[in-house]
């Protein structure tokens, strides 16, 4: 028996066409100490910018206008307990 490839109709490519391209897959996270996956531990934000020390008290609540929250991504490994930070989605 041959086996005759058919050629895909006007629809299925249309239906190829439309449909929303797969996100690429998420990069294993791989503990440098012990090479154990690790896991997703949630996320932190970190306060960053204004100003410590004399200045901060100086300048009051102002001080608190030029701060910001950086996220981050948490990975620990569950074998050793060591603690990752990646860019938020990472």
Known sequence: ???????P???????EAAA???PPPRPQHVCLACRV????????????GGS???SA?????WNELSEQLQPFSVY?????GKIDLYEPGM
């Open 76 to 80: 620990h490994c569950p074998s050793c």
């Open 52 to 54: 410590v020390g004399g």
């Open 20 to 22: 929303p391209p797969e």
């Open 37 to 48: 996956p690790m896991t997703r531990s949630g996320e932190l934000n970190f306060r960053v």
């Open 9 to 15: 109709s006007e629809a299925q490519l249309e239906e």
């Open 1 to 7: 028996m041959i086996f005759v490839p058919q050629k």
């Open 57 to 61: 008290f100086l300048k009051g609540n």
